[in-house]
């Protein structure tokens, strides 16, 4: 038994799913910024700490050599469809058979495809 969801079902998930990633997304900044003290940063006297500059320069590390990998991703994935589209596989019309499932059971049935009377 196989379970197919309905598509205002996937819709919704769907719209759950970009509403939680924003909410999380934007959680961040917004906790950051609230926590700054306005009055030090406008005279030019408030230092931010060493962790969060390593912090931040590790996240921009990580962020470039994970879009490279999708990149490099996207191009070998590209080229293996393409290789799978273009591919010559040699077939030929003796190669293939095909079979009339329909008129082979009915033949077997005792009625031999009429109907019974």
């Known amino acids: 038994m196989s379970y197919c969801p309905s598509k205002s079902l996937i819709y ?5 799913l970009i509403l939680v990633t924003g909410l999380i997304a934007g959680s961040y900044p917004a906790l950051f ?3 700054l003290n306005p009055a030090k940063i406008l005279k030019g006297t408030f230092k931010f700490g060493s962790g969060s500059v390593y912090l931040r320069k590790g996240l921009v590390v990580f962020q470039f050599v ?8 996207t191009v070998v994935i ?4 393409d290789y799978i589209q273009n ?6 019309a003796k ?16 009625f031999s495809g009429s109907k019974p009377q």
């Open 12 to 16: 919704l998930f769907l719209f759950g």
């Open 33 to 35: 910024l609230s926590s």
């Open 66 to 73: 994970l879009s490279l990998i999708l990149l490099i991703a």
């Open 78 to 81: 590209s080229r293996q469809t």
């Open 87 to 92: 591919k010559n596989l040699d077939m030929t």
């Open 95 to 110: 190669m293939c058979s095909t079979y009339r499932w329909k008129e082979i059971w009915l033949q077997s049935t005792p």
